[in-house]
C-alpha cells in the first residue's frame, strides 16, 4: 500500500506561483507513475499532469501546459507541482494520485493510490 500527503496549497493572487508537494510512503516501488488532478466545486475531477517516475516523462492538460510543471525527488520519494502564472480558473482542491501504470494517463480511474488533497485559491 502507498500513502501519498500533499501540502503547499493556500491563496494567491492572480498571476502569482505556488509549489505544491506530494510525499510518499509505504511500498512506492510499485508506483509506477504519479500525477495530480484538481477538482473545482461542482465540476469533475481532471486530469492536472502526469509523470514516469522511472525515467521523468511527461504529460500535461493543455490548459497547464507552459505555466505548470511536474518533477519527481526520487531519493525523497516526493512529487512536486511548480505552479506559475497562476489564473482564478486554477483553484480548485488539488490531488496527487499513484498508480501501476507503464505510462502516464489522464484516466483518473486507472490511478489506484490518492492523496487527501490540498485547498490552491486563486484570486483576481
Known amino acids: 500500500q502507498v500513502q501519498l500527503a500533499e501540502s503547499g496549497g493556500g491563496l494567491v493572487q492572480a498571476g502569482g506561483s505556488l509549489r505544491l508537494s506530494c510525499a510518499a510512503s509505504?511500498?512506492?516501488?510499485?508506483?509506477?507513475?504519479t500525477g495530480w488532478f484538481r477538482q473545482a466545486p461542482g465540476k469533475e475531477r481532471e486530469f492536472v499532469a502526469g509523470?514516469?517516475?522511472?525515467?521523468?516523462?511527461?504529460l500535461y492538460a493543455d490548459s497547464v501546459k507552459g505555466r505548470f510543471t511536474i518533477s519527481r525527488d526520487y531519493a525523497k520519494n516526493t512529487l512536486y507541482l511548480q505552479m506559475d502564472s497562476l489564473k482564478s480558473e486554477d483553484t480548485a482542491v488539488y490531488y496527487c494520485?499513484?498508480?501501476?501504470?507503464?505510462?502516464?494517463?489522464?484516466?483518473?480511474?486507472?490511478?489506484?493510490?490518492w492523496g487527501q488533497g490540498t485547498q490552491v485559491t486563486v484570486s483576481s
Open positions: 509523470i514516469r517516475w522511472s525515467d521523468g516523462s511527461t
Open positions: 494520485a499513484g498508480g501501476r501504470l507503464w505510462a502516464v494517463t489522464a484516466r483518473a480511474s486507472l490511478y489506484i493510490f
Open positions: 509505504g511500498s512506492t516501488s510499485s508506483m509506477l507513475v
